[in-house]
């Protein structure tokens, strides 16, 4: 039975992207190697964006998981919404709707997609890699609860 990741990051724990170390290793089957921006920078638009990359790139050239925090009515929050939804031009219906939130999946080879709205805001984490039986369609909500409680956002 794979360790279920909880819905916040466990108190004093070592966050990277507003999500447990740990956490992320775990779900991703990757050490942490660094990370690049952070969620206390926004842009113009409102939009923080953050990536966390593995120590061992011969797996993969680039972030492991890319975390975004942006306002739902921001231009790519609607696009979210929209996506989410399934009335978006040209984009499929997500994989999985999240129990008990506003958020859904969509998921792919070795990754996956997840974008959660939590009041006025949305967290989207994009994932290029899962770690051997890990279920991104159970892994990625938890984070993105982890980033919402670290972050203080609102749902």
Do not use: N
């Amino acid at each position: 039975m794979p360790t279920v990741i909880p819905s916040s990051p466990a108190a004093g724990a070592d966050l990277v992207c507003g999500m447990d170390r740990t956490d992320v290793e775990t779900a991703m089957g990757l050490d942490v190697g660094r990370v690049e921006g952070d969620l206390s920078s926004e842009s113009a638009d409102g939009t923080r964006t953050c990536e966390v990359w593995p120590t061992d790139t011969k797996l993969i050239d680039g972030a492991m998981l890319v975390v975004k925090v942006l306002p739902a009515s921001s231009d790519e929050g609607m696009e979210y919404r929209s996506e989410l939804d399934g009335t978006a031009t040209g984009v499929i219906a997500p994989d999985v709707r999240y129990d008990g939130l506003d958020g859904g999946g969509w998921t792919g080879a070795v990754g996956a997609s997840s974008v959660v709205f939590f009041g006025g805001d949305v967290v989207a984490l994009t994932s290029m890699w899962k770690g051997d039986g890990r279920d991104p369609r159970v892994d990625l909500p938890a984070l993105s609860q982890q980033v919402a409680a670290s972050e203080g956002l609102a749902g």
